[in-house]
């Protein structure tokens, strides 16, 4: 599985725009950037997920590189309650069944301070 | 939509004795599901991967005899942790991959069971 870094952990100030990073080099054509969130003692929450274009929902926004060797998470008015740890994850998509358990690594730990 | 329920949210056991984690998609129709475990600060590991109405699939390290995975139907699938020992306490997760309509594939994931076998 074609591998993400992130940074270990990352601190913002309340109502201020937040960039996470995520570097992706060996990313292949048909992966898929996705998005997760933990909040402590819960699991994981769907951020949002892009292939090549940009993405925007409700929560955050997706800006991914040319070369889609990176991409960063936007929030654009972090609160309190987006403290949590963000995992960057590539993700085939496909049709069929078949297996398709997701690949964490250690995340980024995003501190928001009041 | 596309809400995953786990139940018991939390347990507390005794060693040598087993528990059974549900995990149920509330909402949709879910072929597959997904178990993962989580101790505590690291990150989620995949252990199996549960297929409606066949075997699942066990990641490497993962003792199937241990950790039985039943996916009886479409919208709920079952973990238990048989002579559990204080060395398997820690955050099960489970997941749920939407099997039609415009979320296809989409996965979600439940609150997540706290074992703590004692």
């Known amino acids: 599985d074609a591998k993400t870094t992130q940074p270990n952990s990352m601190e913002s100030n309340e109502e201020e725009p937040v960039h996470l990073p995520c570097n992706h080099s060996?990313?292949?054509?048909?992966?898929?950037i996705h998005w997760y969130r933990q909040l402590p003692s819960q699991g994981p929450e769907y951020v949002i997920h892009g292939l090549t274009s940009n993405v925007n929902n409700r929560m955050a926004s997706l800006a991914i590189a040319e070369d889609r060797k990176s991409s960063t998470l936007i929030l654009h008015r972090a609160t309190l309650r987006d403290a949590a740890v963000y995992y960057c994850?590539?993700?085939?998509?496909?049709?069929?069944?078949?297996?398709?358990?997701?690949?964490f690594g250690k995340g980024t730990h995003l501190i928001i301070q009041p | 939509g596309a809400v995953v329920s786990q139940h018991p949210s939390r347990v507390i056991c005794k060693s040598g004795t087993s528990v059974k984690i549900e995990c149920r998609s509330l909402d949709f129709q879910a072929t597959t599901m997904f178990w993962y475990r989580q101790f505590p600060k690291q990150s989620l590991m995949l252990m199996a991967t549960?297929?409606?109405?066949?075997?699942?699939?066990?990641e490497q390290g993962v003792e199937k005899d241990k950790f039985l995975i039943n996916h009886a139907s479409l919208t709920l699938s079952t973990l238990t942790v048989t002579s559990a020992h204080p060395e398997d306490s820690s955050f099960y997760i489970c997941s749920a991959r939407v099997a039609g309509g415009p979320r296809l594939n989409e996965q979600f994931f439940g609150p997540g069971t706290r074992l703590t076998v004692l």
């Open positions: 994850i590539l993700r085939v998509f496909y049709s069929g069944g078949g297996a398709d358990g997701l690949t």
């Open positions: 549960s297929n409606e109405g066949s075997k699942a699939t066990y």
């Open positions: 060996t990313i292949s054509g048909t992966d898929y």
